[in-house]
C-alpha cells in the first residue's frame, strides 16, 4: 500500500507569492493534518481535516487555509509568502483525530 | 496549553551500548504519547506509542516507560545500531490539546562504531 503522498517534494517562491502543498492520504483514512517544521525543531501543528471538515487550527496566521476533499486528499495554501515561512511542511493522515498519524516525507520549501 | 520538553539534545553512545531519550510533560490531561524516529530528508515515523492506561510498553529492541505522576516518559534503545542514527521526537496529546500532537524539540543520537 502507498503511504502518505506528498508534493512537490521541493519548491522555491519569491516573498509575496502564494503556494499550494498538495496531501493524499493512506487509503482508508479520513484524517489528514498538517504540521510546519523549520530546521532544528519539532514539527508544528497547523490544521486537521476529517472527513472535509476542520477539526483543529494550530497558531498560524489567516494566510494559511486548507481544505480537504470527497477523496480525503487535502491541501495546504499559503499566500503572501514571508522569508520565515521557509520550512518542511509535513502532511499526516491517521483513521481517525487522536491517534496513529503517519506522516509522509514532506514538501520543502524556500521562501527567498 | 501542553508543553513537552525532551533531553538530551544530542545523545552519542558506542554500537551495543543503550540510548534512553527523555520528555516531560505539563498537562495531565495528556494521555497519548508516541515517538518519531526522523531520518534526513524524510518525514517522522512513528517508531512506538503508549497510552496513558499503561506504563511500559515494549518492541524488540525499543521500550517507552510512562510515569503519569511524574508526567514523564522515556524512550530506551538497546543495543544500537548504526542504523539507528536519527532524529527522535517525543510527542504528547489529549484532550486539552485537542488530541493535536504537542513535540518535543528533538534529540539527535549519534551510534559511534
Known amino acids: 500500500d502507498a503511504g502518505v503522498t506528498q508534493s512537490p517534494t521541493h519548491l522555491i517562491k519569491t516573498r509575496g507569492q502564494h503556494v499550494t502543498l498538495r496531501c493524499s492520504p493512506i487509503s482508508g483514512h479520513k484524517s489528514v493534518s498538517w504540521y510546519q517544521q523549520v530546521l532544528g525543531q519539532g514539527p508544528q501543528f497547523i490544521f486537521q481535516?476529517?472527513?472535509?471538515?476542520?477539526?483543529g487550527r494550530g497558531n498560524f496566521p489567516d494566510r494559511f487555509s486548507a481544505r480537504q476533499f470527497p477523496n480525503y486528499s487535502s491541501e495546504l495554501n499559503v499566500n503572501a509568502l514571508l522569508l520565515g515561512d521557509s520550512a518542511l511542511y509535513l502532511c499526516?493522515?491517521?483513521?481517525?483525530?487522536?491517534?496513529?498519524?503517519?506522516f509522509g516525507s514532506g514538501t520543502r520549501l524556500t521562501v527567498v | 496549553g501542553e508543553n513537552v520538553e525532551q533531553h538530551p539534545s544530542t545523545l552519542s553512545v558506542q554500537e551495543g551500548d543503550s540510548a534512553v531519550i527523555k520528555c516531560t510533560y505539563s498537562?495531565?490531561?495528556?494521555?497519548?504519547f508516541p515517538w518519531y524516529k526522523q531520518e534526513l530528508g524524510k518525514g517522522p515515523q512513528l517508531i512506538i506509542d503508549?497510552?496513558?492506561n499503561v506504563g511500559e510498553k515494549k518492541d524488540q529492541r525499543i521500550a517507552v516507560t510512562l510515569n503519569k505522576t511524574a508526567k514523564h516518559f522515556s524512550l530506551h534503545i538497546t543495543e544500537t545500531q548504526p542504523e539507528d542514527s536519527a532524529v527522535y521526537f517525543c510527542a504528547a496529546s489529549g484532550r486539552d490539546s485537542n488530541y493535536q500532537l504537542i513535540w518535543g524539540a528533538g534529540t539527535k543520537l549519534i551510534i559511534k562504531p
Open positions: 481535516y476529517y472527513e472535509k471538515e476542520e477539526r
Open positions: 498537562d495531565s490531561a495528556s494521555n497519548y
Open positions: 499526516a493522515s491517521s483513521l481517525w483525530t487522536a491517534y496513529g498519524y503517519t
Open positions: 503508549i497510552r496513558s
